[in-house]
C-alpha cells in the first residue's frame, strides 16, 4: 500500500528553526510538494523536490532523499502566521498525488 | 472569479437527500480534483478529471459521482447522503495532471445528519 508519515503535532518557539519530517511508500515516484494550511483554509503550495537536495524559498527550505523515501521542510526564523498544518504528499506513478495527515505547528512567543 | 471558487461553503443535509456542491475554476486548468479531509486523515481523492469530457475514480470514490461538461466546471454529487459522508470537501485544479502545483478551492463543510 502507499503511505506518508509526518508527525501529528509539533511545538516550536518564535524567531527559532523547526524541521518537520516525512517518510512514504509509494508505488512510483513524481515529485514531493509540501503544502502549508491554516485553519478552516484551503492547502497552499510550499515547495516541490523531484531530484535530491535542498531547495531552499527564503524562510522556507525543503529536502528529499528518494533512496530513503524521506523529505523535510525546514522553516526558519519561525513567526506566530507560521501556525499552521503542514501537508506532506507525494505524486505517484498515476500523477495522483498521495497526501500525509499533515503536522500541526504551534509556535509560541 | 479569481481562481477557484465553491459551493456552498457549508450545509447541514439530512441523510438520503441528494447534494450537488459546486466547482468553477477561471484559471482554464485542464486538470481539476474532488478531496475529501476528515481530521486526522490526510486528503483522500475522490475523483478527477485530467480534461474536459473525461473522469477517473480516486481512492474513495463510492457515493460520488461527477462529470466534467467543460473546462471551467466540476461539480460533485452525492446522490443518497450517508453520515460518513460528513467531511470537508475541497476541490482543486491543476494545468495539467503532470504539472507540479495544485490551486484549492476555499472548501465545502458538509454535515450530513
Known amino acids: 500500500g502507499q503511505n506518508i508519515d509526518q508527525p501529528t503535532e509539533m511545538t516550536a518557539t518564535e524567531g527559532a528553526i523547526v524541521q518537520i519530517n516525512c517518510t512514504y511508500q509509494t508505488s512510483g515516484f513524481n515529485g514531493l510538494f509540501w503544502y502549508q494550511q491554516h485553519a478552516g483554509e484551503a492547502p497552499t503550495f510550499l515547495s516541490y523536490?523531484?531530484l535530491d537536495g535542498l531547495e531552499e524559498k527564503g524562510r522556507f527550505s525543503s529536502f528529499l532523499s528518494r533512496s530513503k523515501g524521506y523529505s523535510y521542510l525546514l522553516l526558519k526564523e519561525l513567526q506566530m502566521k507560521d501556525s499552521a498544518s503542514y501537508l506532506c504528499a507525494v505524486k505517484d506513478s498515476n500523477y495522483q498525488l498521495i497526501w500525509g495527515a499533515g503536522t500541526k505547528l504551534i509556535i509560541k512567543p | 472569479i479569481a481562481g477557484i471558487t465553491q459551493a456552498p461553503t457549508s450545509q447541514i443535509l439530512a441523510a438520503g437527500r441528494r447534494m450537488t456542491l459546486r466547482c468553477t475554476q477561471d484559471?482554464?486548468?485542464?486538470?481539476m480534483y474532488w478531496y475529501r479531509q476528515d481530521l486526522g486523515l490526510g486528503l483522500r481523492l475522490i475523483h478527477y478529471?485530467?480534461?474536459?469530457?473525461?473522469?477517473g475514480k480516486g481512492e474513495v470514490p463510492d457515493g460520488y459521482s461527477v462529470s466534467r461538461a467543460n473546462t471551467d466546471d466540476f461539480p460533485l454529487t452525492l446522490a443518497s447522503a450517508v453520515p460518513s459522508q460528513t467531511s470537508v470537501y475541497f476541490c482543486a485544479s491543476s494545468d495539467s495532471k503532470e504539472v507540479n502545483e495544485q490551486f484549492f478551492g476555499p472548501g465545502t463543510r458538509l454535515t450530513v445528519l
Open positions: 484559471m482554464r486548468h485542464n486538470a
Open positions: 523536490n523531484v
Open positions: 478529471s485530467n480534461t474536459a469530457g473525461t473522469t
